[in-house]
């Protein structure tokens, strides 16, 4: 076997000599000498810029124009060596790794920190083994597919099966028994809801939220009621292993044109065959999160005395899906969806006929929750993203962080986050030592105002981040595009599994429901 020869080594004046665009032009990065000779031509920002760095170092000049990603991306090619006797500065994370930069961690991640009472070996083995895979196989994957407005590949698919994310995804429960799950990193009898915390938050790290929610979102909201409330044993053994193994997708088709967060509204009609057998559907839903991709939809309808919950499947016909246009990527398969006198058997029925109320609130608390953790990761993302800036970029010849304003925004962006978590840590918490009836009963609130807060928090950082940013916050490419990202999609938590509006009533009318006669 060949053995690979030794990165050459150079020095500063060797590096100055080669500053001839038509023969040698090198420049030095982080002590790390490139040949641009052949690239100048094609550089995206023209041959100008490069001029006058010839045979320069020019490390500052380009983190202040690049991410460090584009480095990466034409290492291979244009690497020569470096120089002797200097090593890199810019710390490089490899898969798995924690972040150094401050805050861009939870804290009961942090090394410096006592131990958390929430957590222990086992969170941290998980959270490590959820990192690396979200490194290796998903962050490449998901930022390309979701700028091209792309589906997940099959690729993906299978691997979320394999690794039984999509099994985890659906919380603790008889249905992670006999698992290998996440390559042995977590054992089904050691999983709770703080590990489903952590794999919610590991993977919002993406922060491409249109991607996940076609690849998974539609798993995480569709299924559960399937779990819960089919009578018929058969036919959820059947639906379940089909959805947890990649074979089949499901998706949770409650909002219509006609009703959002007014669940009451709905106007899709169930209407059942007088011998009892089957139930005749029509009507539409709309903005149903990975429903264009989807095999069977959990569709509430109404029926003759009430609201009722229907598993219905593709193959029965009769279903037609469109994609809708939104802000946020098409790879959400987000869709218009039609049902044109649809005969679902009446075994397909979850939880009682007219009692369809009950299953859709009992599913909405697990729904809110992990968009809690969801929208929480992702406003991490954006302070680290800021951090990271704010360092680096320079103004009036000083690094953007000597600015007291500038620092004064970021402190409110680091308080509402670690705020956020806290009490996201709490609840969840409580979630890991309740049934799922108790949860219904004394977490829907608190999990209502906690959606509300974390939403609200993230209306101000992605609008201190553009702040922060600058142009470069509005622009889809380059140093700001995560920022941009955030920015034009944040929105969407503070609408879908219910208004902000809607939730924070909520909360306040669960918590004087049954108040004491209590007097000032």
């Known amino acids: 076997m060949a053995v690979e020869a030794p990165p050459k080594t150079f020095t500063r004046a060797e590096v100055a000599k080669n500053n001839d665009p038509e023969s040698s032009f090198w420049v030095i990065i982080d002590s790390k000498v490139y040949d641009l000779t052949d690239f100048m031509a094609g550089h995206p920002g023209g041959e100008h810029v490069l001029l006058q760095h010839a045979g320069k170092d020019c490390t500052e000049e380009f983190y202040g124009l690049h991410r460090h990603e584009v480095l990466q991306k034409y290492h291979k090619t244009l690497y020569l060596g470096s120089i002797g006797g200097e090593s890199q500065k810019v710390l490089e994370r490899q898969p798995g790794e924690l972040c150094p930069v401050p805050y861009a961690e939870p804290s009961w991640l942090n090394p410096k920190w006592a131990k958390s009472p929430y957590f222990d070996e086992s969170h941290k083995r998980f959270q490590k083994g959820v990192r690396a895979f979200v490194d290796v196989h998903m962050m490449k994957e998901a930022q390309e597919l979701n700028a091209e407005g792309k589906r997940f590949t099959e690729e993906m698919n299978k691997k979320m099966a394999e690794y039984n994310i999509y099994a985890l995804s659906m919380g603790p429960g008889k249905h992670l028994q006999g698992l290998n799950l996440l390559n042995g990193s977590i054992q089904p009898s050691e999983y709770t809801h703080m590990h489903e915390m952590i794999l919610c938050q590991e993977i919002a790290r993406i922060v491409t939220g249109a991607y996940m929610d076609g690849l998974n979102g539609g798993q995480v909201i569709g299924l559960p009621p399937v779990f819960n409330f089919s009578s018929n044993p058969a036919l959820r053994q059947k639906v379940v292993t089909e959805v947890l193994s990649g074979q089949k997708r499901i998706c949770l088709a409650v909002s219509e044109a006609f009703a959002g967060s007014d669940v009451s509204g709905i106007q899709t009609t169930a209407i059942k065959s007088p011998c009892g057998k089957f139930y005749t559907v029509n009507g539409t839903k709309k903005w149903i999160t990975a429903g264009h991709f989807a095999d069977y939809f959990t569709t509430a ?191 969407f938590d503070s609408i879908l599994g219910g208004a902000e509006e809607i939730l924070a009533d909520l909360a306040v009318r669960q918590a004087i429901r049954g108040f004491p006669k209590s007097m000032l």
């Open 301 to 491: 309808c109404r029926t003759d005395k009430g609201i009722s919950v229907l598993l219905i499947p593709r193959a029965l016909g009769g279903v037609e899906t469109k994609p809708l246009p939104l802000s946020y990527s098409s790879a959400a398969g987000t869709a218009y969806v039609t049902f044109d006198n649809v005969k679902v058997p009446a075994e397909n029925l979850l939880g009682k006929e007219n009692d369809g109320f009950k299953v859709i609130m009992w599913n909405f608390n697990h729904e809110r929750w992990a968009m809690i953790c969801v929208v929480i990761s992702r406003c991490r993302v954006i302070v680290e993203e800021c951090l990271k800036w704010t360092n680096q970029r320079k103004v009036f010849g000083k690094p953007l962080i000597s600015e007291g304003v500038i620092r004064g925004k970021l402190a409110k962006m680091i308080a509402l986050v670690e705020a956020s978590q806290a009490w996201l840590e709490s609840v969840t918490y409580q979630m890991s030592n309740m049934s799922y009836a108790q949860q219904a009963a004394n977490l829907a609130g608190p999990i209502a105002l906690l959606k509300t807060f974390v939403t609200r928090a993230a209306h101000e950082i992605a609008d201190e981040s553009v702040q922060i940013f600058g142009g470069r916050g509005l622009t889809k490419s380059g140093m700001g595009k995560v920022i941009e990202q955030f920015n034009r999609t944040y929105k």
